[in-house]
């Protein structure tokens, strides 16, 4: 898990990160470190990594107007109640001596600091009550920068606990200014109802307008679906920065056929550090294609959590709306039993819905594929080119299935369709590349399998041997990610 806020201060910009890994026995190993940058739009601008020392985590600089700079952060809720502050030295790491400046207004977990010096005070404002239903934003503020700092009678400033709005979960909030002076809070949370258990796109960022007048608390509208507030900018899309517009303006969702010189795009995200050769774009062997070369391990890899050094062969792109599709085309023509690619809904190891095709034993086949007769004769340990769904998470999930791929689909680049057909349930299809009539649907299941923790899914393929020997490439394209609908209330 990385935590992570980039912060501005006399033209360089700071970007302090909270790493938090897990070791082959699942033992936590964390690491607190900043970077700095002139120019954040530029990677080739970016230091160096400087690390401090801190056992928490939600560290965050904070620069004060004697010079003084001090880190803020907060402790998980088994250690203690509490946020802590240091003086420190961003240019070595160097901190001082950690002492507590508040304890939250009683709600678990107060954590996610943020210090905003207004009107001669220090305002604190912080997350408590936990990430989930319980979430809330609490604010105290203090004459001095170390305290002590006093409650807002009104805590918690901003929740949406114990409400029926779409939008829960609601907190760790930030302030800032826009360019004409008004107050706005961004925070976290959930399209999720209250019954909190179809969430796939995980905490989103949400915000709202704030009255802040001189010298008073701060006053936040609350998170609704439909917000009114401050006057919105107009949009702007020339801004710098080397990655696309993702659904903004006229650029809607994907169309990518990894055409000869192009690269991949910067919103397409790999699980675990990838192994650059097994991503190549537009190989001479299959021009306008990503060509996959297969991870031994599969998505669910080792044993959930862990996966070794020698990556799992995956990218996808998050789900950015409540209703989309999402579909590729896949040429791949595999000789060892267990070779597979496909798509898939991918949340974490432990958390996936996946349809692959497959070399399987002609005895695997659970049904035949919709439309088609499920032939029981000849060898049943033939191996046979199948569509399989798999799935892995903490509730229920829908029984395998493997259906053989049609007689005259063989040997032919097929299309695999991922789609949310409604708020809780994705449809997972397939067919013949180039004819959309004839995809048909395997199965539909519920999104509650990959709604848990604190992100969102990605939609992306993949490619495995499932734990043995074949090498066999897949070709990936027409990559499509169509938004339709998104709900917000």
Request: proline share 7%; charged share 15%.
């Amino acid at each position: 898990m990385i935590e992570t806020r980039q912060m501005l201060r006399g033209g360089t910009t700071y970007d302090p990160i909270h790493v938090l890994l897990l070791d082959s026995s699942n033992s936590v190993l964390g690491s607190k470190i900043i970077f700095k940058a002139q120019d954040p739009f530029n990677p080739e601008s970016w230091t160096d990594a400087v690390h401090f020392e801190f056992e928490g985590y939600d560290t965050e600089p904070f620069w004060d107007d004697d010079g003084n700079t001090y880190i803020n952060g907060a402790h998980a809720w088994k250690i203690g109640p509490w946020i802590q502050q240091a003086e420190a030295d961003l240019n070595t790491g160097k901190v001082g001596e950690w002492r507590t400046i508040w304890n939250g207004t009683g709600g678990m977990a107060p954590e996610g600091p943020h210090i905003y010096h207004k009107d001669g005070y220090y305002y604190l404002l912080a997350a408590e009550g936990g990430t989930g239903l319980g979430h809330m934003v609490t604010m105290a503020r203090s004459k001095s920068i170390g305290g002590p700092y006093q409650s807002n009678p009104l805590n918690p400033v901003l929740t949406n606990a114990n409400t029926t709005n779409y939008f829960q979960t609601v907190g760790h909030a930030d302030l800032f200014q826009d360019a004409s002076g008004n107050w706005w809070c961004v925070a976290l949370g959930t399209r999720s109802g209250p019954e909190w258990r179809n969430f796939p796109m995980g905490r989103e960022t949400v915000m709202t307008s704030v009255t802040w007048n001189e010298g008073e608390w701060p006053y936040f509208t609350p998170i609704e679906g439909k917000m009114s507030g401050w006057e919105m900018p107009l949009e702007n899309l020339d801004i710098e920065g080397p990655g696309p517009w993702i659904s903004l303006g006229e650029i809607e969702g994907d169309a990518f056929d990894f055409s000869p010189n192009s690269a991949l795009p910067a919103h397409f995200t790999y699980w675990r550090y990838p192994i650059e050769s097994s991503y190549i774009v537009s190989p001479p062997e299959n021009p306008n294609s990503l060509r996959l070369i297969p991870s031994k391990l599969n998505l669910t890899a080792l044993n959930g959590n862990y996966a070794g050094p020698d990556g799992q062969t995956f990218i996808g792109r998050r789900q950015q709306d409540t209703l989309f599709s999402y579909s590729v085309e896949l040429d791949f023509q595999p000789t060892e039993e267990e070779e597979e690619a496909g798509v898939t809904v991918f949340l974490t190891q432990n958390h996936h819905l996946d349809l692959g095709v497959v070399l399987l034993p002609a005895s695997a086949s659970t049904q035949a594929f919709p439309g088609q007769n499920l032939t029981t004769g000849g060898n049943p340990t033939d191996l046979k080119l199948q569509f399989r769904f798999r799935a892995m998470s903490y509730v229920a999930v829908p029984t395998d299935i493997v259906a053989p791929v049609p007689e005259d689909w063989l040997d032919k680049p097929l299309r695999l369709e991922i789609r949310a057909a409604n708020m809780t349930h994705y449809s997972f299809s397939a067919g013949p590349a180039g004819s959309a009539f004839q995809t048909k649907n395997l199965l539909y299941a519920s999104n509650d399998a990959v709604s848990w923790g604190f992100t969102g899914v990605f939609l992306g393929v993949y490619s495995t041997s499932n734990g043995r020997t074949g090498n066999t490439p897949a070709y990936i394209s027409n990559w499509n990610y169509t938004p339709e609908v998104q709900f917000r209330d």
